[in-house]
């Protein structure tokens, strides 16, 4: 496992009114990691979305379905203890689960479902701050071809 990064199973609880599913607890979460802002995206089958990572920026991402993402993680941080390390596991509506990913760790994520995949995000920082006007937080690997953080697209 890398370290910091943070998997936390999601239990669906039903009744005869559908279902909730608890996100984020503020009492589990440390000051540093409460978000500032959240949003959800949707991805098409076979897109991919990433690699990239953040300088300042942890995301605290929500896979719970509809459809499924395979996530890719590396540990791009020097003076980490699992630096080098890699990561790869499918989430979403067949194995819900919240991932907090810190600075440095270098994230993408393919849906490998059959139908559109939504991800919610909770980061602790402003995506390009206070007004929309600072730099944007983000090192995009995808756009570097020669990158050694690769996604398959099949």
């Keep these: 496992m890398i370290k910091d990064v943070i998997i936390k ?9 559908g279902w909730l599913i608890e ?4 009492d589990e ?7 500032q802002m959240s949003y959800i995206s949707m991805t098409k089958p076979g897109v ?30 020097k003076d980490s203890p699992s ?28 849906n490998v479902s059959d139908k559109e995949a939504w991800c919610l995000n909770y980061p602790n920082k402003l995506y390009a701050g206070t007004g929309k006007k600072a730099k944007v937080d983000e090192i995009r690997h995808e756009e570097d071809k020669d990158s050694k953080f690769k996604i398959p697209l099949t």
């Design 29 to 35: 979460l440390k000051d540093q990691l409460k978000p």
């Design 83 to 110: 630096y080098g390390e890699a990561f790869k596991e499918i989430f979403g509506q067949n194995n819900m689960a919240s991932v907090v990913v810190p600075p440095g760790v270098v994230h993408g994520y393919k």
């Design 48 to 77: 991919v979305r990433g690699p990239h990572e953040h300088e300042a920026q942890t995301d605290l991402f929500v896979f719970i379905g509809p459809g499924e993402f395979e996530l890719y993680l590396w540990d791009n941080r």
């Design 23 to 26: 996100v984020f607890r503020n």
């Design 9 to 17: 199973k999601l239990n669906k609880f039903k009744d005869e009114r």
